[in-house]
């Protein structure tokens, strides 16, 4: 039907975009050519780069994860999906320009306020487009595999739900204590991707 889309084209797309997101993000790590005299304390000044890279890298990999879970249990995807995808897409791909604008003004005590909430605002909007998608393929039965209830796909959108919670609170963090709450994203996205796996096992075998 017209308003079905295969969703191997979706996520493969999505694949792509999520590749050049983080490409972009490696980009922006170097060490100005003035400390190349003292390279290692160039390199060690240039952690707040290491710090947003990580936190950014580790958020588009969570992501990732749950977006192919998502897919891998609908047997198409319709135009409100497709849609919610691009909007995932777009927010996937400005995310290094937040990146770098923390990690270029984190060491600023004028600028890294608004740089720490412009960025969690940012991590906090793809988590909310990853639950939205999620819990509206658990709403359709028509738009799932044969075999997947909605209670499957619920397990696997609670993956992103626990952390909206966190970035609202960092961000609203970032207002009094901006560093503090720049290292609250990095731990937030890390749980993200190491703990994802073991849990979603344990609460599918549960539910099939």
Same mark, same amino acid.
């Given at each position: 039907?017209?308003?079905?889309?295969?969703?191997?084209?979706?996520?493969?797309?999505?694949?792509?975009?999520? =590749?050049?997101?983080?490409?972009?993000?490696?980009?922006?790590?170097?060490?100005?050519?003035?400390?190349?005299?003292?390279?290692?304390?160039?390199?060690?000044?240039?952690?707040?780069?290491?710090?947003?890279?990580?936190?950014?890298?580790? %958020?588009?990999?969570?992501?990732?994860?749950?977006?192919?879970?998502?897919?891998?249990?609908?047997?198409? =995807?319709?135009?409100?999906?497709?849609?919610?995808?691009?909007?995932?897409?777009?927010?996937?791909?400005?995310?290094?320009?937040? %990146?770098?604008?923390?990690?270029?003004?984190?060491?600023?005590?004028?600028?890294?306020?608004?740089?720490?909430?412009?960025?969690?605002? %940012?991590?906090?909007?793809?988590?909310?487009?990853?639950?939205?998608?999620?819990?509206?393929?658990?709403?359709?039965?028509?738009?799932?595999?044969?075999?997947?209830?909605?209670?499957?796909?619920?397990?696997?959108?609670?993956?992103?739900?626990?952390?909206?919670?966190?970035?609202?609170?960092?961000?609203?963090? =970032?207002?009094?204590?901006?560093?503090?709450?720049?290292?609250?994203?990095?731990?937030?996205?890390?749980?993200?991707?190491?703990?994802?796996?073991?849990?979603?096992?344990?609460?599918?075998?549960?539910? %099939?």
């Amino acid at each position: 039907m017209e308003d079905h889309f295969e969703t191997g084209r979706l996520e493969a797309f999505s694949d792509g975009v999520f =590749a050049i997101a983080i490409t972009l993000l490696v980009l922006e790590l170097s060490v100005p050519p003035d400390q190349f005299d003292e390279l290692l304390a160039g390199i060690l000044h240039q952690w707040p780069s290491y710090l947003a890279f990580l936190t950014s890298f580790l %958020t588009i990999g969570g992501v990732w994860l749950v977006h192919h879970a998502i897919l891998r249990r609908m047997r198409y =995807a319709d135009p409100w999906i497709v849609s919610m995808n691009l909007l995932l897409l777009l927010l996937v791909s400005f995310l290094p320009f937040p %990146t770098t604008l923390v990690a270029e003004v984190i060491e600023s005590t004028s600028a890294e306020r608004v740089a720490v909430l412009f960025y969690g605002a %940012t991590l906090l909007a793809i988590s909310l487009v990853v639950s939205a998608m999620g819990r509206y393929v658990a709403a359709r039965d028509a738009l799932r595999r044969e075999g997947v209830t909605a209670s499957e796909v619920r397990t696997v959108v609670a993956l992103a739900e626990p952390s909206l919670g966190f970035y609202a609170c960092l961000v609203a963090l =970032a207002v009094f204590l901006p560093r503090v709450a720049a290292f609250g994203l990095l731990a937030v996205a890390a749980v993200t991707v190491v703990l994802p796996p073991r849990i979603v096992s344990r609460r599918l075998r549960r539910v %099939t």
